[in-house]
């Protein structure tokens, strides 16, 4: 057939591979990006290199509606690396990064992924110190609206109800009209958490939010969290094993930029591999 001929190719021209009715029988019940299209958040062969050096390493990893991920390994795994490639801050050399099924987060910037409800809490808690609790949060809740604004018009019920609702989800309804100056490490934390949760993202990705805290505030951060994740979808990164098992959620295990281990923290703590490169040392 030369290029120009138009006559089409009937498929009794070709003679059909042994394999291809089971294939297309496997591909109706499974479309091409179905299970894509299922989940919250889906990695597949995501690679990212600095300067030859791979960080990040055909790493696929699958969050599905309204899970709770928690994401360990030793320094220099690649989570930070991943949690950047997620909220646009990295853009991968190849692979998919999929958000809500079908949105390509590859082909937006930072400001645009955090718009479409994916919120990121960085280790070192950034509120406005002189500012009080209230006000942070009515500030994160004013969104577009200006600062003045935000500040001046208190009057909406609406607001007032989220605002208490916030309250209420971080413990911090009695340092309401505290400075957040004045707060504890852990109480910053929380507050930070809250002003994410003001802007009600569907995922929320948190990076080692216990580091530094006491015991008691640790596990409180557990039950905080475990409490968020019954309507959002959360991964959090932390090497805090047992702030992990507080959170009794499945884990993966990140190592030289790949999944090195999934499952329950049982299941990934007895994992030799995980033992020699992460818990054991
Ligand atoms: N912008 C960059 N330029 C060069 N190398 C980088 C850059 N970002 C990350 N890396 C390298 O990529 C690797 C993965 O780093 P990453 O920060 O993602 O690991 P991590 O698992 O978050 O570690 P930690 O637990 O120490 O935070 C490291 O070797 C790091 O030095």
Known sequence: MTVLDPTPMTPAAVSPHPYASARREEALRNPPGEARR????????????????????????????????????????????MMDII???????????YFNGDVDLTRHDEAAIAGMGI???FQKPTVFEGHTVEDNLRLSLAGSRSIFTALVHR??????????????????????????????????????????????PELLLVDEPVAGMTDAETEETARLLREIAETR???????????VRELAVKVTCLHEGSVLSEGTLDHVSKDPRVIEVYLGR
């Open 87 to 97: 909220t646009g801050k990295t853009k991968p050399d190849s692979g998919e990064v």
């Open 233 to 243: 979808s959360v991964v959090v990164v932390e090497h805090d094993m047992h702030f």
């Open 155 to 200: 009057k909406d019920d609406g607001e007032r109800a989220a605002i208490a609702r916030i309250l209420d989800t971080t413990r911090l309804s009695p340092k309401r009209r505290t400075l957040a100056a004045d707060l504890s490490h852990g109480q910053k934390q929380w507050l930070e958490i809250g002003m994410l949760l003001a802007q009600d």
């Open 38 to 81: 299922e989940t919250l958040l889906y990695l597949d062969g995501v690679n990212k290199s600095f300067d030859g050096f791979k960080a990040i390493n055909n790493l696929s990893l699958v969050l599905v509606r309204g899970e709770m991920r928690a994401i360990i390994g030793p320094n220099g795994a690649g989570k930070t690396t």
């Open 119 to 121: 919120g990121r809490k």
